[in-house]
């Protein structure tokens, strides 16, 4: 079963063009990367497939339905969760309250109900704490409930924004560059993480990363561009020896 389909996606800023007729095809379950320099468009990429982004031109489909033109929240409800780049979570609420308003586009509850306090919001609110709760147990953080991020070592911050990401039962989790500033220590913890979090929730994982080690470790294949254009697609093996890759990564020690 095809998870996400993109064909010929092309973003123009102004003048620059930052992707150029970018395809690829992921299925259910896959563990897939997506690699290249910095200003390559990788976040480009994922600013387009998460509604953050509207495209010049091309089309996206998750699980066959077309999804461009849908606004963040509208494709979170579709099953596509996402990560940043740079963490992205509220510092002045909880660890538990970042999780449980991550689960705002399935609340089925109305302003009303929020107001009256219904017996539906109470009811509601207790599933989605109960779930919130639950995450944080898996990610062995239920300590760290009360506590704001900011208070958070990096590590632990981006552990939270990928529980929250989960919160709202994505099919397809993406994740933008999860191992950017984090010491090595943390590194091989994410990476255990994330093989963990592929297998228990058997979702199709489709990561961008600037240091190659780390796909290597996790992906099944590899698609890397450059200056907005697909240079590479294959196996972490075939990408490694791929003299086009090693050319656009010359004189970068991340290879
Ligand atoms: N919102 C935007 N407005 C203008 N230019 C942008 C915007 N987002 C990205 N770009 C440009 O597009 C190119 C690709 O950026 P990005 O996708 O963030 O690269 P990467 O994630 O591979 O480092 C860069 O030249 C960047 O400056
Ligand atoms: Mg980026």
């Known amino acids: 079963m095809t998870v996400l389909k993109i064909d010929g996606l092309t973003q123009y800023f102004s003048g620059l063009c930052a992707l150029s007729d970018f395809n690829i095809k992921l299925k259910a379950g896959e563990l897939v990367g997506l690699i290249g320099p910095n200003g390559a468009g990788k976040t480009t990429v994922f600013n387009l497939v998460s509604g953050f982004y509207q495209p010049t031109k091309g089309d996206i489909f998750f699980l066959d339905q077309p999804i461009d033109g849908l606004k963040p929240h509208q494709v979170t409800s579709r099953g596509v969760a996402r990560t940043f780049q740079n963490i992205r979570l509220w510092n002045e609420m909880t660890v538990l309250e970042n999780i ?78 999860p191992a950017a500033g984090l010491p090595s ?58 003299p086009g890759v090693i050319k656009a990564y010359l004189g970068d020690d991340q290879l």
């Open 185 to 242: 220590q943390d590194v091989v913890e994410l990476i255990e993480l994330i093989h963990w979090i592929h297998r228990e929730f058997k979702i199709a994982i489709w990561m961008i990363e600037h240091q190659m080690k780390v796909v290597m470790s996790l992906c099944s294949r590899i698609t890397v561009i450059d200056f907005g254009v697909v240079i590479a697609e294959g196996t972490p093996e075939e990408i490694q020896h791929h």
């Open 100 to 177: 449980m308003l991550a689960q705002h586009a399935s609340l089925g509850y109305g302003i009303r109900d929020l107001f009256f306090r219904t017996g539906r919001y109470q009811r509601r609110e207790q599933k989605i704490r109960n779930l919130a709760m639950e995450l944080l147990e898996i990610f062995k953080l239920t300590e760290l409930a009360e506590e704001k991020p900011k208070n958070l070592s990096y590590g632990l911050q981006r552990k939270v924004e990928i529980a929250r990401a989960l919160s709202s039962r994505p099919q397809l989790l993406l994740l933008d560059e």
